[in-house]
């Protein structure tokens, strides 16, 4: 059974696209795809206020609890999608 992720760590106002993307794969907004694609400035050039300053919480959520295989890099995140996310991936390994 996988590992829960604990999303309480993110700003309110993004846990729930975090979720949806790593959970189901859907795209989330464009700040929190520059995240995903580990992409510094445009990060902090589309963070809100909120944002800018929970980027170090937002890193180490990354780090620490987002899966390895949906982060860092553009064609990371199309075929993290293009799976589903971990409900994508959970479905195909039960079958």
Same mark, same amino acid.
């Given at each position: /059974?996988? $590992?829960? =992720? %604990?999303?309480? @760590? ?7 696209? /975090? #979720? $949806?993307?790593?959970?189901?794969? =859907? *795209? ?18 589309? *963070?809100? #206020? !909120? %944002?800018? $300053? @929970?980027?170090?919480? =937002?890193?180490?959520? /990354?780090?620490?609890? &987002?899966?390895? &295989?949906? $982060?860092? @890099?553009? #064609? &990371? /995140? +199309? *075929?993290?999608? !293009? +799976? ?7 479905? #195909? *390994?039960? +079958?």
């Amino acid at each position: /059974m996988p $590992r829960k =992720i %604990n999303y309480d @760590s993110l700003p309110e106002h993004i846990q729930g696209g /975090m #979720e $949806r993307y790593i959970e189901q794969g =859907i *795209a989330p907004g464009d700040f929190l795809q520059a995240v995903i694609k580990n992409q510094l400035v445009d990060s902090f050039a589309l *963070a809100d #206020e !909120t %944002n800018i $300053r @929970s980027m170090f919480d =937002i890193a180490s959520f /990354m780090y620490n609890q &987002a899966p390895l &295989a949906c $982060r860092g @890099s553009l #064609e &990371a /995140m +199309k *075929a993290w999608q !293009t +799976k589903g996310g971990l409900n994508g991936i959970l479905k #195909e *390994a039960t +079958k």
